[in-house]
């Protein structure tokens, strides 16, 4: 019979048992202490959410071109504020821009605010793609571009550089909407209909009980009021766009 330990090429195996269920044990918890570690680590507040939904700016050609005129200079100035602190890439912002769907029914001061903006931020972009931006073969450029007046004596390769472009300030969109709200019912305050004796604070009320009418805009799925729809696309109040009046089977009456 052998002995304990006579076999010097065999281990000895008391304890063996103990010491792995100790050893699982120990890695067990490890585990656990990590990862509740991480869920530590990787929890996040609901305005740290809203600040990544705010500041997302999507690349995707898809996303960007079926933007309504306003909501493509909106998206630009995210893009570039994005650039320069690294969360995008210049190049494929500059894809998109040069592209000829980006500018596609871009005019106005929207169209003049959107080249404004471009060449505020041409230092992104190389040398090759800022000559691009700054031709007559960027439609963007070519149509809106200050001119320089030359006398009938001057050389075209003289003329003095562009001045600077003025500094463009994107309103964000709940601000727009806000503001056109508080100017229509600023007009209807002073209309004739409500007693000049009454004092503002009950108009409102009135106003406000009355509700303000919303339709679906088709370009982007979202509810306006007329005010909204004339800032937009045009018109007036007495001959609204022919968007408001295409979305009239999408009236409703939202009570503020």
Partial sequence: ?????????KPMEWGKDDDDEKRQKMDERMMVES???SRRQHKVSKEDVQKAKDEYVSLEWDDVFPKKPKERLRWLDKAFKAAKEGRVKARPVFDIIAHRKFVEGLKGSIASDTLNLI????DLFTAKQQKQLTSENFELYRKYAPINVLDSDEDEAD????PPPPKVEVE????KRKRAEHERIK????????DSDMDTDTKRQ???????ERRIDAADGQAYTLEEFIAEYGGSGTKPPDQWENAKHTSFIFKA
């Fill in 35 to 37: 990862t509740v570690t």
């Fill in 159 to 162: 003329a003095p550089p562009l």
């Fill in 172 to 175: 964000p969109k709940d601000k």
């Fill in 187 to 194: 007009a209807l305050l002073d209309d004739e209909e409500y």
């Fill in 119 to 122: 060449r505020g931020n041409l």
């Fill in 1 to 9: 019979m052998a002995k304990y330990g006579e076999d010097d090429n």
């Fill in 206 to 212: 009135r106003l406000l009980s009355k509700g303000i």
